[in-house]
């Protein structure tokens, strides 16, 4: 069934096409929710509740723009409510205490798969891995960031910073064990 005749049957509080469109769309807003919430559990809770907004809300989506694209921002916007609830984000960071980035290795990176870069990015604390996903990887800009996070921009700005340097220090660790992996193999 095409997505246009998917999201009428939701619209009108169908339940096989609710969970059809859940079925469609649940792995891949699980991924979201695992990239913002590093407990399984929580992600699956937030994934629920994400969706129950999406149906609440489905008779508000006005057809501009891409229905996934809608829904995507819906559940981007329950993990951000989930660790505002939660507190399980660091609210100031002074700048002034921000590493600088060293280059890293690219042998190194072009060897490192798309999981391992995932779990890294999972592993990085609450509020750095949180300001991560909103810029580098849904796209927000640091004002948007702050603005939905309740902290400034500088903040947003120092996190993201923070999450990078880590991020290398992460990889830099991968790289001097593949280096002598290269050595000895």
Not at 25 to 32: K, N, P, V
Not at 165 to 171: R, T
Request: charged share 30%; with cysteine.
């Amino acid at each position: 069934m095409d997505l246009e005749n998917l999201v009428k049957r939701c619209k009108k509080g169908n339940s096989a096409a609710q969970k059809e469109l859940f079925d469609r769309y649940g792995g891949l807003f699980m991924s979201i929710c695992c990239r913002y919430v590093k407990d399984t559990d929580e992600a699956k809770d937030v994934l629920q509740e994400g969706f129950v907004k999406i149906f609440q809300k489905m008779s508000s989506y006005k057809s501009t723009g891409s229905f996934e694209g809608w829904m995507k921002r819906t559940v981007v916007n329950t993990c951000l409510d989930h660790l505002r609830k939660t507190k399980k984000f660091e609210a100031n960071v002074d700048l002034d205490n921000v590493s600088y980035l060293e280059p890293i290795n690219e042998k190194v990176t072009s060897h490192l798969a798309h999981q391992d870069l995932l779990n890294l990015i999972h592993d990085l604390p609450d509020g750095y891995r949180t300001v991560f996903n909103m810029y580098a990887i849904e796209g927000y800009a640091h004002k948007e960031i702050a603005e939905e996070m309740g902290i400034s921009e500088n903040t947003s700005k120092s996190q993201y910073r923070k999450a990078k340097l880590q991020l290398q220090e992460a990889i830099k660790k991968l790289e001097y064990s593949y280096l002598d992996r290269e050595k000895t193999g």
